[in-house]
């Protein structure tokens, strides 16, 4: 008898977690291009690598030591890096743990947190945590956020409000005048936040300026992460920019120590880069385009994304597209539903070659 086998189920977990689904990241299958998590597949920068190695040393000494728990370097960097004073910002293991934050330093049992739907997945999980409620709005037929239709879901037990743009999984934007005709429109004790976390790709010139709004309006706050652009998606790093009093909020129900050490350092090497990172965002741009176009020509439907993966609204065949990419050594996210669809990292030139094959062979 194994020791596992012995034990009883006499633990009463919490019984809200019982419909909670746990987060489905992106797989790695060996051996094939992962299109599937909105990573850059461009080398790390030679300066950030020197940065990284730099902060751990030959013998990996420190180590033993916490790190700074405020990373008062990382956010006078930050600082720099955004134009904003550094009581204006926090920084956070990955900006999913800053979305978790986000919920507990604002919902009570039974308050709603808001999003459209489809949007990013972990904010549906991160409510239900906390003993929150989702507020799920439908997006348009063009698969954009339907700000009118979220302004009149509003209720007295709304507390968030999440606005992705450009919005994961289908690449829409929402434009700086709609924006703030819903800011108008939500009650001023609401917190409204706008994930940025593809901000970098988004060439729309009418797309808002998170940060602006976040500095100029107490109750907006612009979420944003270094996984991206910025290629530090195994180090976990992300940052908020808010009114101080959301900030101090935030940090009271980070967990202690969040960004360890090595990440401190190296998001701060990757912020100084941020010029020698700026041509491989362009060819993600040009990338996106010619993978639009091509996808198009052969029959898909396919939002303008602004950010560096595309949407496919295949619905209820998500599954079996992504079985078919795969069987040609292309990883793909499908979310396999009635709002379902395929979401497709734009890659390389020649991983996107190789997706746009698959994706042809595909009987639609
Ligand atoms: N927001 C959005 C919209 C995302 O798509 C993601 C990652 N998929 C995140 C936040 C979280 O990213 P990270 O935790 O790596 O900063």
């Known amino acids: 008898r194994t020791r596992s ?23 790695t299958v060996p051996g094939a291009i992962k299109l599937a998590s909105n990573e850059l597949s461009f080398p790390t920068l030679p300066a950030v690598s020197a940065a990284i190695l730099g902060a751990i040393g030959a013998d990996a000494s420190g180590i033993n030591r916490y790190p700074d728990n405020g990373a008062q370097a990382l956010i006078a960097a930050l600082s720099t890096h955004v134009g904003v004073d550094p009581s204006h910002i926090i920084a956070g293991c990955g900006s999913v743990a800053l979305c978790q934050q986000l919920v507990q330093a604002t919902c009570s049992e039974g308050d709603e947190v808001m999003f459209g739907w489809r949007s990013f997945e972990a904010y549906p999980i991160v ?13 348009t037929a063009q698969h954009a956020l339907d700000l009118p239709a979220m302004a009149a879901a509003v209720t007295p037990r709304t507390r968030l409000i999440y606005i992705c743009t450009p919005n994961n999984p289908t690449g829409t934007v929402v434009h700086q005048q709609e924006l703030l005709a819903f800011l108008d429109a939500v009650p001023e004790n ?16 009418d797309s808002p300026d998170g940060v602006a709004l976040a500095t100029s309006r107490p109750n907006v706050l612009s979420l944003r992460t270094l996984s991206k652009a910025y290629q530090l998606a195994g180090l976990r790093v992300g940052y908020a920019v808010g009114d101080p009093a959301v900030i101090t909020a935030l940090a009271k129900v980070a967990i202690p120590f969040a ?29 996106r385009s010619r993978v639009t176009d091509a996808l198009r020509a052969a029959g898909y439907e396919v939002p303008t994304s602004q950010a560096n993966f595309v949407w496919l609204p295949l619905r209820e065949r998500a599954a079996a597209f992504a ?23 734009i890659g390389s030139p020649a991983e996107n070659d190789a997706f746009l094959d698959a994706a042809r062979s595909f009987a639609l």
């Open 5 to 27: 086998s012995r034990l009883t189920m006499t633990v009463q977990i919490r019984p809200a977690l019982d419909s909670l689904p746990a987060y489905a990241p992106g797989r």
């Open 127 to 139: 409510t239900q945590i906390a003993g929150a409620v989702s507020r799920r709005v439908p997006v």
């Open 190 to 205: 609401v917190l409204v936040v706008v994930d940025e976390a593809y901000g970098e790709f988004d060439t729309d010139p």
């Open 259 to 287: 960004v360890n050490s090595l990440a401190q350092q190296a998001a701060i090497a990757a912020l100084g880069a941020r010029d020698e990172l700026k041509p491989r965002w362009q060819q993600v741009i040009s990338e």
């Open 323 to 345: 079985a078919h990419t795969e069987a040609n050594k292309v990883i793909v996210r499908p979310f396999s539903d009635a709002t379902g669809g395929v979401r497709v990292t």
